[in-house]
């Protein structure tokens, strides 16, 4: 088991920034992922960080998003910049402990999930 607890999310306007972490209990040396739900919208791979470094991100978010990892303090981040309302939905972080890599990316299936940190973008 694992306990996976995100942060960091709230309200901003079209073109601001903002932060998430996730604190995770174990596995950070796993593939690790952050995935989005909009209102009435599939859960879509938005970014991955595997247990060697290897980084995948979604078409819609590269060049503004960035995945990092804190090993010391257990911890996911996800930094979104230049953010659009087409950012807005609840964001999940999640990890495979049954995986160092992170095949297919953002399309990867990642077994455990916290519960979620909303993400709301107005224009």
């Known amino acids: 088991q694992v306990e996976l607890v995100e942060s960091g999310g709230g309200s901003v306007q079209a073109g601001g920034s903002l932060k998430l972490s996730c604190v995770a209990s174990?596995?950070?040396?796993?593939?690790m992922g952050w995935f989005r739900q909009a209102p009435g919208k599939a859960r879509e791979g938005v970014a991955t960080?595997?247990?060697?470094?290897?980084?995948d991100y979604a078409d819609s978010v590269k060049g503004r998003f960035i995945i990092s990892k804190d090993m010391s303090k257990n911890t996911l981040f996800l930094q979104m910049n230049n953010l659009t309302p087409e950012d807005t939905a609840m964001y999940y972080c999640?990890?495979?402990?049954?995986?160092?890599?992170?095949?297919?990316?953002?399309?990867?299936?990642?077994?455990?999930w916290g519960q979620g940190t909303q993400v709301t973008v107005s224009a």
């Open positions: 999640a990890v495979d402990p049954g995986a160092y890599t992170c095949a297919s990316g953002v399309r990867r299936k990642l077994p455990m």
């Open positions: 174990r596995y950070t040396e796993y593939c």
């Open positions: 960080l595997s247990g060697v470094g290897n980084t």
